[in-house]
């Protein structure tokens, strides 16, 4: 199908059309007579389709299942095109090492499935190589926390098809840093997290090629030192992007805000961390092997291991977090999207596919209306892989 779209794009002021054909983007109208179906209206923007980098799983369905399957991959595909994200990163989070090779590869094999392949530029490894301590550790389990091993990874990796794109681990464990070297001279994405580390510890990471901090402010003890923590190393750090989960539990607005103007627009991204329990409401649900509570909140549902107090994961979409860095940060909305679409583009080495909106690729895009008296983004319409996915 070919279709054209009206609307404003976003970081611009004024009304123009856009058109797809065979599923690619153009900016001018073509010459050759054809019909297009037409979207869009003058009160509509257009900006890049999402990009979420962490996320465990979403409708009911778990990355960390062993029962994972292509056709599970394609319904949270279908499911997460409707919330305007059109790529994302399947979460692998720490447990035995038998559990997690049977996990990835259920990912690999169902990236073989089309729509959900088309929609994975990668996976993300969150573990096992975590800090064992309670509070930095989270909700991952101690049992199966690991020291950084190569041997390891390449077991993970072979098992994940080499998809693995990025891996979250603590810095201070003994044999990170050799680890992270030999992750950056593989071309993957090493990110410090879920980390008790010193300011040592960190200089040396990003020394040896670390470039993310993985949702900062988040998996540490509850009270740090006031002036001399990771959590300050990492943001005045410039080497160094960081995510955020923008729920309103994880980080406070005023922290959020704060972080943002600390980090620059730039490197800041916006994730979910979504688990299975995302886009189904309150109960009780499983992430891996740890039982989670989502319980009702004034915005976004919160999800908590239950009866520890500690927050596992999010139920969370990335839209959501998007309005949320509005309301937070007092962003404009082009910033915020940008931080959801071509940040992640960029660190991930993908903005010349996705993320961007330049005539001549196959286009990944979303049509939305802004309440201006709410501030909600009232998604219209997605485009994935140049194909209406996604009608209001």
């Known amino acids: 199908m070919n279709f054209s779209i009206r609307g404003k794009v976003i970081g611009t002021k004024d009304v123009t059309e856009i058109w797809i054909i065979h599923g690619i983007l153009e900016l001018q109208r073509p010459t050759s007579p054809s019909e297009f179906y037409e979207i869009g209206g003058d009160d509509h923007w257009i900006a890049p389709g999402l990009i979420d980098i962490q996320i465990n799983g979403y409708a009911g369905i778990d990355f960390n299942s062993i029962g994972f399957s292509a056709e599970q991959g394609v319904v949270v595909a279908q499911r ?16 035995s090492r038998e ?8 990912i690999a094999r169902a990236c073989n499935e089309k729509y959900f392949g088309d929609s994975v530029p990668g996976v993300h490894l969150e573990g096992p190589f975590l800090s064992p301590e309670d509070g930095p550790r989270g909700a991952h389990p101690i049992q ?10 390449c077991r993970l990796q072979e098992a994940a098809d080499g998809k693995i794109r990025i891996v979250t681990l603590a810095p201070e464990a003994e044999g990170a840093i050799p680890l992270i070297e030999r992750f950056t001279k593989s071309g993957i994405i090493a990110a410090i997290g879920h980390t008790a580390a010193d300011g040592k510890a960190i200089h040396e990471a990003v020394a040896a090629g670390a470039r993310l901090s993985t949702h900062l402010g988040n998996g540490s003890h509850a009270s740090l030192p006031r002036l001399t923590n990771y959590v300050w190393e990492q943001l005045a750090n410039d080497e160094l992007w960081a995510s955020f989960i923008l729920d309103g539990h994880h980080l406070p607005p005023s922290v959020a805000k704060s972080m943002f103007r600390c980090k620059g627009m730039d490197k800041s991204i916006l994730i979910s961390d979504a688990i299975a329990a995302a886009g189904l409401g309150p109960g009780l649900y499983r992430l891996g092997e740890i039982e989670l509570t989502v319980s009702p909140s004034h915005k976004v549902e919160r999800a908590d291991r239950q009866g ?3 927050l596992a994961g999010s139920a969370l979409d990335l839209m959501r977090g998007v309005e949320n860095a509005v309301r937070f940060g007092g962003l404009s909305i082009e910033l915020a999207l940008r931080m959801a679409s071509t940040n992640p583009s960029v660190l991930l080495g993908l903005s010349d596919r996705i993320g961007i909106l330049k005539p001549g690729i196959l286009a990944n895009l979303i049509i939305f209306r802004v309440d201006t008296a709410t501030g909600t983004i009232e998604l ?11 009608q209001e």
Not at 99 to 106: F, G, I, Q
């Open 380 to 390: 219209k319409y997605t485009v994935k892989q140049g194909r209406l996915v996604c």
């Open 99 to 106: 559990h997690m090779v049977e996990c990835l590869r259920a």
């Open 144 to 153: 199966h926390i690991r020291r950084p091993n190569w041997d390891e990874f």
């Open 80 to 95: 997460l095109s409707r919330v305007g994200v059109t790529a994302f990163y399947p979460t692998i989070i720490t447990h």
């Open 308 to 310: 520890s107090g500690y």
